[in-house]
């Protein structure tokens, strides 16, 4: 009889050790412990991009949702650009003013202005023939004793004069082809290139007011409705591009040493396609606890280390917060 109950107490051992050893894997996964041929649980996080003007204003216009797809370049949204756009103009009116008088210095006199000194000249020369003729004639009379000395030096001076008027003619005809001075010229283009650069500066508190999308992404979520004041720096809407998605997951610390940067794991999700692929882009360089909502007292003495990887942008689309389950890495 002792030796038939000793049988059945070896017999209850045995099985209680099989069970054990049975339910060891599946009761340590739903705690959160990976070994070597378990898997790594983890989730999908987005880094989002926050879109926020850099001054306040009203929220006139906001044609996206939160859900929607949208691509590089469609507008966000619209902070009351009044204001803005009469800056925009008064700067463009002070550009082209400087241009134009930058321009203007660069050229000579106008053709009617060259057509009056010409004919200054032409004037001046058709006086000089008929002063050079007196001149001659006073000389001859002077020699001859018939003219007088006051006649003679009266047509000496006008023929002096004459010729003087002619080369300052001369000479204005070619000032008349130059540009300003120098110096006038160089301020001009300063000025000119000072209200460029106020243009410049105006059209870009403009674009601030109405910000494009900087990379195709999905819009996770909108923080102010049409009508209401969003402080300067305030979030309007946050944008999550498809690069941005992560993998977040957590390797037992007997484990990390087979992880390297760069490596490429595998991974799967509910309803997901098979084989998918990552490649680890961070490896945590300290120990943490498991997270806490296992509440296991053996799971929260677990130290595991934080592991992030890039999905491949090729494959199917992840949503945040996804719970996914990584393939092992074997020795």
Do not use: H
């Amino acid at each position: 009889m002792k030796r038939r109950a000793l049988l059945i107490v070896v017999a209850v051992i045995f099985a209680a050790t099989a069970a054990g050893l049975f339910w060891r894997a599946p009761l340590m996964a739903a705690l959160g412990f990976s070994t070597g041929s378990d898997r790594y649980l983890g989730y999908v996080e987005g880094e989002t991009s926050l879109i926020a003007p850099p001054v306040s204003g009203r929220l006139v216009q906001r044609p996206v949702d939160r859900g929607v797809q949208v691509r590089k370049g469609d507008r966000l949204f619209v902070i009351d650009p009044v204001v803005a756009q009469a800056e925009v103009a008064r700067a463009e009116g002070a550009l082209a003013e400087a241009r134009a008088r930058y321009e203007n210095l660069l050229k000579g006199k106008r053709p009617e202005e060259k057509e009056i000194t010409t004919a200054q000249r032409r004037e001046t020369e058709a006086a000089l023939a008929m002063a050079e003729i007196e001149y001659k004639r006073q000389s001859e009379l002077l020699a001859k004793g018939v003219g007088t000395r006051k006649d003679y030096e009266n047509a000496d001076s006008t023929l002096r004069q004459l010729r003087m008027r002619q080369s300052s003619l001369i000479a204005q005809e070619k000032v008349n082809e130059l540009a300003a001075r120098p110096d006038e010229i160089a301020a001009a283009k300063a000025q000119a290139d000072q209200d460029q650069a106020a243009l410049d500066q105006a059209r870009k508190r403009l674009d601030d007011l109405m910000p494009g999308a900087p990379e195709d992404g999905l819009i996770e979520n909108t923080f102010f409705n049409v009508g209401e004041w969003v402080p300067a720096g305030a979030p309007v809407v946050s944008l999550l591009p498809p690069f941005r998605l992560k993998l977040r997951f957590f390797v037992p610390q007997e484990d990390v040493a087979l992880l390297q940067m760069g490596q490429t794991v595998s991974f799967t999700c509910d309803s997901c396609p098979p084989d998918l692929k990552a490649r680890i882009i961070y490896i945590s360089p300290r120990t943490e606890f498991t997270p806490p909502v296992i509440y296991s007292q053996t799971a929260r003495t677990k130290l595991v280390f934080l592991i992030e990887a890039r999905p491949d942008p090729t494959g199917t689309r992840l949503s945040p917060g996804l719970p996914i389950t990584v393939a092992p890495v074997t020795r």
